[in-house]
């Protein structure tokens, strides 16, 4: 076993209680972000202990080095075992994942743990059949607990402030929203959002708070409009190839499930629940401007909002989801519980 972290494996089966010879499985893990990322430090490694824990040592986790492959590509690294275990977003691959629309459109909630919950929960009840996810256990799901618009130079409050605005963006349904405000959307991964602010290429860039502090954008983007209850998201999976699941001895797959699905998904949560925290409480300090929008901005996000999903509804249909908006109705009812506790 080789977790790649600053615990050595030899370190983490002997605190466990069992030593790394004992494994009599050890599952490959491509993840795509720094090792010195909350992903990787607060999410891949507490799991991959607790998998550890709950096996007896009999199944452990080595987390490569280096990715596998591009973030894109990660749920198909799962699929065809390139990599036993993954992790990305839906959305890379979004004519894949029509299902999966909902959860990313505006005021789906700001609370992760509670909209990574009630995800998972949506998921097993109306999607763990549907063929878009043949080929792979989903061992979790999660959301970042909204997006919002942040700038460079200026506060973003009413539909007039996003006129001919250039904006980073990262998928689809991002760039629909965009257009639809009658910004100028820009394609690019978060990690390109530094050398394109420096360069003079776009104004504003989207992003959860957090991921504003995690890619080191606190003095470039101080202007920040906060949308109630997000103004999109990002969905996020953790999977694993259904060949190597089926492999494992049915005790295993009981224990591994049991810090899996539901249990995963809240962790996921938590952590970027934690993370916006901090950079909340960073950006306050940094003397950081947070913007309400105006009513007008809030009529124009819900137009766009109601013409997403009265597609979406079409498409999700056509990509087998049974009762679109009673699934959708789902998730909003689950989230509301949860984020209400």
Do not use: C
């Not at 009999?58 to 699929?79: C, D, K, S």
Request: no cysteine; charged share 15%.
């Amino acid at each position: 076993m080789n977790l790649k972290t600053t615990l050595t494996a030899a370190t983490l089966g002997l605190g466990l209680g069992f030593g790394a010879a004992q494994a009599e499985t050890v599952l490959t893990v491509s993840s795509w972000v720094p090792q010195t990322h909350f992903i990787y430090t607060d999410i891949l490694v507490p799991y991959a202990e607790s998998v550890a824990t709950a096996t007896e040592g009999r199944v452990t986790l080595n987390i490569m080095p280096a990715p596998l492959g591009a973030p894109p590509q990660h749920f198909e690294l799962a699929r065809t075992g390139v990599a036993d275990i993954t992790w990305g977003n839906f959305t890379y691959e979004p004519e894949r994942f029509t299902a999966m629309w909902f959860a990313e459109f505006p005021f789906v909630g700001t609370d992760a743990e509670a909209s990574s919950v009630a995800l998972w929960r949506t998921y097993e009840k109306h999607l763990a059949d549907n063929p878009a996810f043949d080929g792979v256990e989903m061992l979790g799901v999660g959301l970042f607990g909204g997006g919002q618009i942040h700038h460079g130079s200026k506060p973003v409050i009413t539909p007039e402030d996003m006129a001919n605005q250039k904006v980073r963006i990262g998928g689809p349904i991002q760039a629909q929203i965009m257009e639809s405000l009658g910004a100028v959307p820009v394609a690019a991964p978060a990690t390109k959002a530094y050398e394109l602010l420096e360069g003079g290429v776009i104004d504003a860039s989207l992003h959860s708070v957090e991921s504003v502090m995690n890619f080191r954008l606190e003095d470039s983007l101080k202007q920040h409009t906060i949308v109630p209850n997000g103004l999109y998201d990002s969905s996020f999976f953790i999977v694993m190839n259904e060949a190597k699941w089926q492999s494992l001895d049915e005790a295993d797959r009981t224990a591994i499930a049991a810090v899996s699905g539901e249990a995963l998904s809240r962790l996921w949560g938590q952590q970027f629940n934690a993370q916006h925290e901090k950079a909340m409480t960073l950006f306050t300090e940094g003397g950081h401007a947070f913007n309400e929008p105006s009513a007008d901005l809030m009529t124009a996000i819900t137009a766009v909002s109601d013409k997403m999903i009265a597609d979406w509804t079409v498409a999700a249909t056509a990509a087998g989801v049974a009762d679109p908006a009673a699934m959708r109705a789902d998730y909003l009812a689950a989230y509301a519980e949860l984020s209400a506790k």
